[in-house]
């Protein structure tokens, strides 16, 4: 598992990352109301928003943590956005991206570094 | 608000931030003006800073605002990217959109906080003991909401933001859904005094808070000193 500075998390499954927020940014963020996913197929750059998140009436970006193709989101999460507070690095995952360039997700913070990150 | 200590003696940072007080504004104008302040923000062109402005009567809807929650088929409605549900923006009514740069998308939690803050203090020093219980975000005397919170963060920028109710037209929030709710939960500064309300000197009050709790010193400009350059990127205004 790696992680972003906007506190994502990204899993490479093979050539496939799977993407969603940290459990410390979902107890930070509080209950998470909305979530907005991107459409399957788009192609999305490193850094740019893929979609947003809601939680106490403040509407968020989430950022690709690599570029690639979007491969499949998580449908459950428009009917069900509190799963992302349940089960943040489980059934709260929000999108898998089929990464052009699979080295960019091992250069993200690895578990010590983003610890560090948070004040942990 | 920001402190660090030098030696033994807790030193307060100031920042210098723009007010960019507009009157009476249309909404739509008002909201291309947040968007190209936020790319500027982005890019580090302008610093931080708080618009503040009284709307011409419109519905809004946030992310999750359906449009069954505006009742009046003659009330225009705009959909934004704001969080929170449907509101109503008119005459009477203290609209505040803080242009803020957040280090970490996580502050804004803090940030809900702050403005409520901000809010609570300003209707204190009218005589109004507001809080933040109740079924939502916002601030709230009794059961009854005064104001209402909803915000977005583009490229780490805030904005959207509060919207005070001082001598708002109560009958108007009828016209819709408040955040889901009946428009009766909704009451302004006027209603819980019984008595009228200057927008000047509440405003003064909010201005003075807002420095307070977010350790800003307010310079006041107009909204072509903010976008008196050329847009950086070209591509800004493609749909």
Redesign the interface.
Known sequence: MRYTKDHEWAKLEGKRVRVGITDHAQTELTDVVYVELPAVGKSVKHGEPIGTVESVKAVSEIFAPASGTVVEVNKTLVNQPELVNKDPYGSGWMVVLEASDPKEVSSLMDPAAYRHHIGE | MLATTEGERPILIVRDAWLLDLGRRPYREVWEWQKSLVDRRADDRIPDGLILVEHEPIATL???GKREDVLDPNLEIVEV????EATYHGPGQLVGYPILKLP???E??Q??TDLEEVLIRTCRDFGIEATREGP???VWVGRKKIAS???????SV?FHGFALNVTTDLREFLKIRPCGHDGGIMTSMAESLGRKFDLEDVKASVIAHFQGVFGFTLRRVDVSELLRERPADPKRHRP
């Open positions: 946030g992310r999750r990217e704001r969080g929170g970490d998308r996580l804004v939690k940030l809900v939502e975000r916002g919170i909803g915000l977005a963060v583009r490229r805030t």
